[in-house]
């Protein structure tokens, strides 16, 4: 058994507009100095049968396929 952690966040220059609103909500409850916040997913996966070579080549046709909208978002693959 093989758990990953897939992490896709938006590539730089590209508007993030919920990072902007929490960005100004943490200002408004007192949190001054956070500055540039990008918001992401986080994926946790589980792959049985499968060897490490297998499953990291499984994940990342998993990310370009559905995970990740690649023209606008980047990705990183962890393995446990």
């Known amino acids: 058994m093989i758990k990953a952690r897939v992490t896709v966040t938006l590539k730089n220059g590209v ?3 919920q990072g902007k ?6 200002g408004a409850l007192g949190f001054e100095g956070v500055d540039q916040i990008r ?3 986080v994926f946790d996966l589980t792959l049985d049968g499968v060897d490490k070579t297998r499953a990291e080549a499984d994940i990342k046709a998993m990310c370009e396929k559905l995970l990740a909208n690649t023209v606008i978002e980047n990705y990183t693959i962890s393995l446990d």
């Open 15 to 17: 508007l993030d507009p």
């Open 39 to 41: 918001q992401g997913k």
């Open 21 to 26: 609103a929490i960005e100004g909500a943490l």
